[in-house]
């Protein structure tokens, strides 16, 4: 048994591995047992953790973010004890409460005053504890006229509540939260939200899984970013959530993913080719949301022209037109063309999308309404947009949202800014 | 309020789940907290109440009484044949229930074994105590009945408490294998059925021992390596009749009744032996 780390910390992972292994026929039964008893099964081994170290400072608040199957739940129940890992060791200072889920225990035929003891007790309080903070719980939870109900008669927005009142109560120093906040409608939500800002003010050290980028990026100090058992990225919240957006949407695409797009037009004129670029200038495959780009696509005729209309539509995966423009609609002028003239359209605007795979079509079209095709290549590259400001809708537009109070005399006292 | 508590906390490794870890008094307040629970739940839910079961036992001991004591003139020859049945019943029916609620006990609460960490032992530990609510509550009954029926108090009496522990001990090992082979093995459920149904009627309860020992004392003393037999037999001689043969008269001398008693230590050993090597994977077994 090796000695904990020498540096101050709430949690100390070192070195932990766990594998499950998954039988490949399931003896289920004493019968079989008895009739094959020199059967051996075979299992597949799953490794869901390979190696995993890090550390937790004391009062520090730590994001676990990953794709489904990850393993940050394995890490999670690793942490709280419910599996042991196969090697590695797992340190931890202070008390520790687990959250895998709100209201473990709970019993929908017992009333609220059964059940909040009942959790309590199972999160680690003494029988004499769980009861002095029962009246705080039942505060917190704004349940007080309930408590004799059976729970099964509470409402699941009740029953959240309550849950939650519990965990808020329990007073452990360190908190292991597993996504059990994406409940509840957006007022528990916001409360959800205001408690962990309390509990972290408070100096609580705690642990978060989560999903939700926004969230990692509001309250995390550090996190981490889990792919297949890996510890891949260990920093900053804002570029593990980047790092957690980009291996959601893949890398792949860009240009390389145009081979075989559909492709319409005389031919008159040729779309050679079609990228984004970056602020920089160089060719992206992946852009941070708000930041300047540009698409530009490259054109050759092949016969004599005369101002052709050149331009873009960009679509979002589920193939929407988000936004398209040709430079006869701008009222640009192209100019003559000779047989072999090539020429290059830039496209400049902010990145406004929101997060997600975006393709764009460019075209190149007579003069006229455009529709009279040279050339057009359906989605001919694509690019990830990354970003975790969460807002409604296909696009993020720069925004300023304003309450102004307006008084109680009269509601025409909202005047114009 | 703040999280630290008074002097800074000292780090402390994670264990992995277990049958009995780390703090005692957590583990008694959680085996206990399970066992009220699933007491309120069973009779606090019907109108009845706790009625019922008391009713179950008396029920089962009318209908026996009925058969056999009218029907088959069966009992005529022990004496006070129906508090010595009564008795009977609540013993085998307290084992009974114990050992078959136990079998599923962890998968029906795989919620909390899934969710948090805690010894996993609280968990048939609740079953066991659960039931013995029961038990105790069926004893006075008994107990009533003993005093109806004009049985005079002896200092004996206090016999009970020693086999009751006994009782539960046995019990509480056969509850802690089942429940943990039951996570492996589903047909362990339907065997366990068919065992105890097989154990009614091996054990001396419709029946006193000296019936058997009257045919084939062989018998009667094979009989008497079941450890319920010997305390069934034993509170009989102690707190109904003591002109009963006591336990080791029944069994053919004192040292024999090393036997069940190693029966008893020995399924005690093997059902935490098996329960606590089975802990750590129940979570990922379930």
């Keep these: 048994m090796s000695a904990p780390p020498q540096q101050p910390f709430a949690v100390a992972v070192d070195g932990v591995s766990k594998t499950f292994a998954l039988p490949h026929q399931h003896v289920n039964t004493l019968k079989e047992r008895v009739l094959h008893p020199f059967q051996r099964t075979t299992y597949d081994r799953f490794e869901a953790l390979k190696d995993v170290s890090f550390q937790v400072e004391p009062g520090e608040f730590f994001g676990i973010v990953g794709r489904n199957g990850s393993g940050k739940s394995t890490l999670l129940k690793c942490l709280a004890g419910i599996y042991g890992p196969d090697a590695g060791d797992i340190w931890l200072t202070g008390r520790m409460a687990p959250f895998i889920e709100l209201g473990v225990g709970f019993n929908f035929e017992l009333t609220a005053r059964d059940n909040v003891l009942i959790n309590a007790i199972m999160l680690g309080l003494t029988p004499a504890e769980a009861r002095a903070r029962y009246e705080d719980i039942i505060a917190f939870a704004e349940l007080e006229q309930f408590v004799d109900l059976k729970l099964k008669n509470y409402s699941s927005g009740m029953h959240v509540r309550l849950a939650f009142a519990v965990m808020v109560q329990v007073d452990a120093d360190v908190l292991l939260i597993d996504e059990v906040l994406a409940v509840g409608d957006a007022a528990f939500q916001q409360k959800c939200h205001d408690t962990l800002q309390e509990m972290r003010d408070e100096g609580r050290t705690i642990l978060l899984v989560t999903h939700d980028m926004s969230a990692v990026e509001r309250f995390c100090d550090r996190a981490m970013l889990l792919e297949r058992g890996d510890l891949v990225m260990l920093g900053e919240p804002h570029e593990v959530a980047v790092g957690y957006n980009e291996m959601n949407f893949g890398r792949s695409g860009g240009g390389a993913s145009a081979a075989g797009a559909d492709r319409r037009g005389d031919g008159a004129a040729r779309v050679l080719d079609a990228w984004f670029e970056d602020r920089d200038g160089n060719r992206a495959e992946v852009l941070e949301q708000g930041t300047p780009c540009s698409v530009r696509m490259l054109v050759e005729a092949q016969e004599p022209l005369e101002d052709p209309v050149c331009g873009f539509s960009i679509n979002d995966d589920q193939h929407r037109r988000v936004f398209a423009t040709a430079t006869a609609w701008v009222g640009q002028s192209t100019g003559t063309f000779a047989a072999g003239d090539r020429a290059v359209v830039t496209l400049q605007f902010d990145t406004v999308f929101h997060p997600g795979r975006y393709s764009v079509t460019p075209f190149v079209a007579y003069r006229g309404s455009g529709d009279r095709m040279m050339d057009l290549r359906e989605r001919l590259s694509s690019v990830v947009v990354t970003g975790t400001l969460e807002t409604g809708g296909v696009v993020d537009l720069p925004h300023e949202l304003v309450v102004t109070r307006a008084g109680t005399e009269t509601p025409r006292a909202l005047e114009p800014r | ?286």
């Design chain 2, 1 to 286: 309020m703040s999280a630290a508590s008074g002097s800074a906390p000292v780090p402390y490794k994670v264990t992995g789940p277990s049958a009995l870890s780390g703090d005692w008094r957590r583990f008694t307040h959680l085996s206990v907290m399970l066992a009220v629970t699933d007491f309120k739940l069973r009779f606090f839910g019907s109108v009845l109440g706790y009625l019922w079961s008391l009713m179950r036992p008396l029920l089962m001991f009318g209908v026996l009484y009925a058969v056999f004591s009218v029907v088959f003139r069966f009992g005529g020859a022990v004496n006070s044949y129906p508090v010595v049945l009564l008795m009977a019943i609540v013993v085998y029916e307290y084992f009974g229930e114990a050992t078959a609620n136990a079998v599923q006990s962890v998968i029906d609460r795989e919620n909390l074994v899934r969710k948090i960490h805690f010894p996993r032992m609280a968990i048939p530990l609740s079953i066991t105590l659960t039931a013995a609510f029961n038990l105790g509550l069926n004893l006075v009954v008994v107990l009533f009945f003993m005093v109806v029926s004009g049985i005079e108090p002896r200092l004996s009496w206090l016999g009970v408490f020693p086999l009751v522990a006994l009782l539960i001990a046995f019990a509480t090992g056969i509850a802690m294998l089942l429940s943990a082979l039951f996570v492996q093995y589903r047909d362990v459920s339907p065997i366990w059925d068919v065992v105890l149904r097989a154990l009614f009627y091996a054990t001396p309860i419709i029946y006193v021992i000296e019936q058997i020992e009257d045919r084939n004392e062989t018998l009667a003393h094979i009989a008497m390596c079941n450890p319920l037999a010997v305390i069934i037999e034993q509170l009989r001689h102690m707190m109904i009749d003591p002109t009963a043969p006591s336990a080791a008269e029944a069994i053919g001398g004192a040292p024999m009744l090393l036997i069940p008693l190693g029966i008893l230590v020995g399924s005690c050993a093997l059902g935490f032996t098996v329960f606590n090597r089975r802990a750590p994977m129940i979570a990922e077994r379930l």
